[in-house]
Structures are given as C-alpha cells and as structure tokens.
C-alpha cells in the first residue's frame, strides 16, 4: 500500500498564534480551524510505477510520463542516422510532444536496456540497416509491440494524422 495523499487537523494550533480569525454570524472573532490536505507528486509516480513495470523496468502511463517519446539513434556516428534523429526530434517538439534523445556513444543494447529501465511509452529506433529501407521502427513500451514506418511518416503514423 502507498499512502498517494494525506489530510492532517491542524485545529487552531497555527491560527491563535497569527491572529488568523473570521467573524461568526454574531460579528464575533474566531480562530479559524485549518487542516492541510496533500496529494504527493512523488508518491503519485511511486504508486504509478509500482502499479506499471515488468522484469525490464518502469513503464510510465502515458498520462504521467515525463517525456512521450524517446528517440534512440543506434549509431551517433553515422550522418544519416542523426540527420533522421534531429529532424524526428524538432517534428515532434514543433508539434508540442515532449521528446528524449538518446544520443550518447553506446552499443545498441545498452540504449536498449535503459530505454526499457526508464519506461518512456513510445520508443524510436533509428537504425543503419532500417534506413536502408527508409524506415524506422516505432515499439510500445507496454505492450513490446514493434512497427516499422517510413521515415517520412513517423510524425503523422504517431500522432494518427495522415
């Protein structure tokens, strides 16, 4: 069980000591009786993620996700990959998605396994052997399932705008 909220009665305990008062129907000062009501961010993540992981990591719900895509150039090396990265990059943050690159040097599997630890809802690979194709792989973090669309269709295949 996570606690996501929490009510505390605070009584008068804040307001005698600041004067906090309010006038009854009689015209008389009272103490205003005060309570703190919370709904925790954090908790509601934790409560969220543990309700939402596998074997491999989180998997954000896509209503709280910090970031709705991730875009995983495989080689950072190669001019086309990142030609296709950036421009799928600046598509999608004209459009008002939040987007994460993972543009670091690292073998293919290590994108891999940390793209699934942190559980980001969409997931796209751009990969040499794919463009040969001039295609890109979208996978659903949730469902592992995988689609490759054309390079030029990514944007309108993802948001279901043709």
Do not use: C
């Amino acid at each position: 069980m996570i606690e996501i909220g929490n009510i505390f009665k605070l009584g008068t305990k804040y307001s005698l000591p600041l004067k906090a008062v309010f006038l009854d129907e009689n015209g008389q000062e009272k103490p205003i009786i005060m309570g703190s009501y919370g709904i925790g961010p954090a908790r509601i993540a934790a409560a969220a993620i543990e309700q939402n992981n596998d074997k491999d990591g989180m998997i954000w719900p896509e209503s709280i996700a910090p970031f709705d895509i991730e875009i995983l150039p495989l080689n950072i090396k190669d001019t086309k990959t990142m030609e296709v990265a950036e421009r799928l990059y600046g598509e999608f943050i004209e459009k008002g998605f939040d987007v994460l690159m993972d543009d670091r040097d690292e073998r293919a599997g290590v994108k891999f396994k940390d793209a699934d630890l942190i559980g980001i809802p969409t997931r796209i690979v751009i990969g040499e052997k794919n463009l040969k194709e001039g295609l890109v792989e979208i996978k659903k973090r949730k469902t592992k399932e995988t689609t490759k669309v054309k390079t030029e269709e990514v944007v309108a295949h993802y948001t279901g705008k043709s």
